[in-house]
């Protein structure tokens, strides 16, 4: 595994399975984190909270579940999650982190798995009961110098109200102008092992995000300042209302190996594209989202992106997919001297680009509209050959 220094005790590969018989002991843990507890005689005041409730000693609830299908992505009880919103979620973390912040496993990083399902409510010791699973928890190992630590964020759909402050589980409340409730806490004691500080974003009635950060053993300074880590916690993608539509040209020419794309190629063929962009000539027209929004397809393997372009008295969707086939896909159109085929097609709604180079390289770019297309057909052409959106550079 990447990295020298020791790490919190995790496999951040382990897929959950309900295949088998579990039994699960769940400490609760109420308010935003786990209630530090205190010798003091009463709470004391904690900045942005209106009230605080006295720590308490934490219940422990046990539950059984019996094994059956893996639900995965498409879970009927989690509708506001997909493979598409995890891969959304997962560019949001990445794009959040700084920029001199090093990913040490870009591979495998951050990614959100299905949401944890257990099928049922748990009943504590005192016979309250608590909603168990309902979130997707994504971990990532960064560095920043010689400072390391593991920074996961962990999502879940809210509809409650915001939990009251508890002395010692937080450090201040802040309320932003959105109504999002912030909840914030700085470790203490730095140079003890793992030490941790987490933010806790509440969109009322929408969503939770958890978003930590742990250090690694021998690592005693701040990796991300606090308002970094907010930043993670805030992506709006997070909101579980948030829409992640369809990529309706992904996988249509995918013929790649199952381990995908890696996410570094992903974030240099996104940088091309908005370079592209701004060099198109586009005055008057507008992205919903940077052109350079490729992600994964929903079966991991290829690359594809779908804005909204809007002009005067226009609107398209703007779709494009990068691929990587094992040879050259045939067809009419223009044959350059290296060998590239660029072809054009144009119809009722419908024009699109394709340049297939020798080595199975593919792009297509297309725009779908029902009324018409703020871009013409030479300034997909441009989008299609621009320099450096390849997978694999020739």
């Not at 004391?44 to 579940?65: D, K, L, Y």
């Not at 992640?244 to 995918?254: D, E, H, I, N």
Request: glycine share 10%; hydrophobic share 40%; net charge negative.
């Amino acid at each position: 595994m990447p990295g020298t220094g020791k790490q919190p005790p995790k496999d951040r590969r382990q897929r959950w399975t309900w295949r088998d018989t579990a039994f699960v002991a769940v400490v609760v843990l109420l308010g935003a984190g786990a209630a530090r507890l205190t010798q003091d005689a009463g709470p004391h005041p904690i900045p942005g909270c209106e009230s605080v409730q006295a720590a308490h000693e934490p219940e422990m609830i046990s539950i059984a579940t019996i094994g059956g299908d893996e639900p995965g992505y498409n879970d009927p009880d989690y509708p506001w999650f997909s493979k598409s919103k995890a891969i959304a979620m997962r560019e949001a973390v990445i794009e959040a982190l700084p920029v001199d912040a090093r990913r040490e496993d870009p591979g495998f990083d951050f990614v959100f798995p299905p949401v944890r399902n257990f099928g049922e409510v748990g009943v504590t010791e005192t016979g309250k009961e608590l909603p168990l699973g309902g979130s997707t928890t994504a971990h990532g190992d960064i560095a920043r110098g010689d400072a390391r630590a593991t920074i996961s964020v962990d999502v879940r759909e809210w509809s409650g109200a915001i939990p009251p402050c508890v002395e010692g589980s937080i450090d201040r409340r802040e309320v932003s102008a959105d109504g999002t409730v912030l909840d914030i806490y700085e470790t203490k004691d730095a140079a003890s092992p793992y030490a941790q500080d987490f933010v806790v974003a509440y969109v009322p009635g929408v969503s939770r995000v958890f978003a930590s950060v742990t250090r690694f053993e021998g690592t005693s300074t701040q990796i991300l300042s606090t308002d970094e880590l907010v930043d993670v916690a805030r992506a709006p993608v997070f909101a579980v209302t948030e829409d992640v539509r369809a990529m309706t040209l992904c996988g249509s020419l995918t013929v790649m190996e199952e381990d995908g794309v890696d996410w570094d190629v992903v974030s240099r063929l996104n940088a091309v594209l908005d370079q592209r962009w701004q060099s198109l000539g586009t005055s008057g027209v507008r992205l919903d989202r940077p052109l350079g929004s490729l992600s994964a397809d929903g079966t991991g393997h290829g690359l594809c992106g779908d804005v909204v372009v809007t002009g005067p008295g226009a609107v398209a969707n703007l779709q494009i997919a990068v691929t990587q086939n094992e040879f050259r896909m045939s067809g009419s159109g223009t044959i350059f001297p290296d060998g590239t085929l660029i072809s054009r097609t144009e119809g009722s709604g419908t024009s699109s680009v394709t340049v297939a180079r020798p080595s199975g390289e593919t792009v297509v770019v297309r725009t779908v509209t029902r009324t018409t297309s703020p871009l013409v057909i030479e300034q997909l052409e441009l989008i299609a050959r621009s320099p450096g959106l390849e997978i694999v550079p020739s």
